[in-house]
């Protein structure tokens, strides 16, 4: 028993994938299933309009604008391993949930366009990456296309991003003249041919750096400077170092083309080999082992109203230790009872099917009957104890909440409380001046609409939201601070979450370096804790 629990923990892994919109994330996952056998035909993941819905077709605005506004997750076997891809949503219009998806990974891959460079909503998930300290593994995309000069993107990767970088293999050219791929390790070149978007073998060709015939297939010119970059990198790249890696600290980097499927099936046999199984979590009585025999997971996120009729609401757990078996008893902590995960059911590509026993690694979302927050923990355990809590993102729109029909208070209030017990906002209130006045907080705008909608179909709640011009919040991490005397910016303005604790929000960056400088022994953080 105790062995098979092992042996099944140890295949996992565990990862997100983020990217910028469109640098090609969801054509590199489908590659990857593709490799895993649980799709046969790559497309079948996506399709803007179609297949994405099936996963998670729970609301009309995902339907009216046809993007995705949440995460799924994939899981499929390849080389003996199991893998469990959490998807973060594409669009610009992201919410916390994206960032949240990150505490349930042990990795991530980012995926950056060749031709674009390091871009904003990569630099924003990586924050929580470096937060967290989990290993970070570059692949970069679209080098069929007209890419940006190799040395320029790492040194902009370690400017941008501040991690250090370590390519595994190297490209010669790129778009028409793409010609391959230089593995470090092998002191090979891999050619790349043209899969005509993958929907053709391709003859990758497999030449030694001083073999004669490398002229030859690549060109004289193209040899000439590969020679020559090979030297210059292996005097100025960080050297390869898997404590690094393993901390965070150093990302190895991957060229190729997820569309024509080059150099993805080796990035995925590098990255598995590189990346644990997963690991210990912290928790209030230490860290708790993943193989241990009782099981325990977090609840990372809660989808509401995913299936129309039923107005349910399902809680994602990454599962943390042990095994978990349908219809097992557990204790939900910060609830204080016993209960049943009941309708326990996992992602598989476009379906999602009800499960019997899943394990440390895995994600599930059970039924929730509206008792779970997020940060959750539950376990079948005998010993109570609660894995650390997962950190509140700064929102970066604000707007001040007004109700259409005051005599529907109760209702307001009760559902926007819930929606944001869901964690899709975040609600504050005007320093001491209680529940009159709520402000809302989101990390996209998209929020602000789901929330429209939500409270209207569902609690029948008509709102009208004043944009507020605020961008940066803060939390103040040094409690004894006197707000009353408190000195910032005119454009400073002092709330408070629903807790109490008190917050500065701020239309830009200067104003919280100045509120700063003006307020000795001031800490302020980007991060709130729940
Ligand atoms: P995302 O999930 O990160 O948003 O990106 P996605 O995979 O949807 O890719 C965005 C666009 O880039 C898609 O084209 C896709 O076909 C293309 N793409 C992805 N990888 C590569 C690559 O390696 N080389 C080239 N040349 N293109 C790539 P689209 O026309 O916007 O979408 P679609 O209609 O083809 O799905």
Redesign the pocket.
Known sequence: MEKNRRKEIEKRRTFAII????????????KFLLYGGAINLA?SV???ATARHAVSDWMEIEKERGISVTSSVLQFNYQGYCINILDTP?HQDFSEDTYRTLMAADSAVM?I?GSKGVEAQTRKLFKVCVMRHIPIFTFI?????DANDTFDLLDEIEKELGIATCPVNWPIGSGKNFKGVYDRNRKKIMTFADTL?GTKEGVEKDINVDDPALAEEIGEDYKAALLEEIELLDGASAEFDMELVSKGELSPVFF?????N?GVETFLQHFLQMTSAPLPRKSDLGEIDPCSEDFSAFVFKIQANMNKAHRDRIAFMRICSGKFEGGMEVTHIQGGKKIRLSQPQQMMAQERKIIEEAYAGDIIGVFDPGIFSIGDTITNSGTKFAFEGIPTFAPEHFARVRQMDTMKRKQFVKGITQIAQEGAIQIFQEYHTGMEEIIVGVVGELQFDVLKYRLKNEYNVEIRLEKLPYEHIRWIENKEIDMEKLTGTSDMKKIQDLKGNPLLLFVNAWSVGMTLDRNEGLALSEFGRN
């Open positions: 990217s910028h919109p469109d640098a090609g994330k969801t054509t590199l996952t489908e497309g996506k399709g803007k594409g995926v366009d995309n679209k080098m069929d296309r978007k190729g083309s997820a569309l024509t080059f």
